[in-house]
Nanobody, 121 residues
Framework: VQLQASGGGLVQAGDSLRLSCVAS????????TGWFRQAPGKEREFLAA????????YYADSVKGRFTISRDNAKNTVYLQLNALKPEDTAVYSC???????????????WGQGTLVTVSS
């Protein structure tokens, strides 16, 4: 399975972006998807995760209320809506798949290339 994140860019503080994570190749139905980010010099940070059916959703406290995860299984796509962006949200955002929705990075076994989000003040 291949995962490709897209939708990043340069925005100003307070703006919004919608990131997409498209799965291709041998896509596994029933798998959960998570979003993560990594800023320069920092460890990878969990942001949000959603189960295949959408009934289980997890958010990191740092983004709860500002970011929203959703999915369209017919399009093999998971979205991450980023609202009220702050300069500290600047990072490479990537998506990954796991058997079940989880905030633990070690639960994810397929990772995609990231997309850069830069928020200017």
């Amino acid at each position: 399975v291949q995962l490709q994140a897209s939708g990043g860019g340069l925005v100003q503080a307070g703006d919004s972006l919608r990131l997409s994570c498209v799965a291709s190749g041998r896509t596994f139905s029933g798998r959960a998807t998570g979003w993560f980010r990594q800023a320069p010099g920092k460890e990878r940070e969990f942001l949000a995760a959603i189960s295949w059916g959408g009934s289980s959703i997890y958010y990191a406290d740092s983004v709860k209320g500002r970011f929203t995860i959703s999915r369209d299984n017919a399009k093999n796509t998971v979205y991450l809506q980023l609202n009220a962006l702050k300069p500290e949200d600047t990072a490479v955002y990537s998506c990954a798949q796991s058997i079940g929705a989880s905030p633990r990075t070690t639960s994810y076994d397929y990772w995609g290339q990231g997309t850069l989000v830069t928020v200017s003040s």
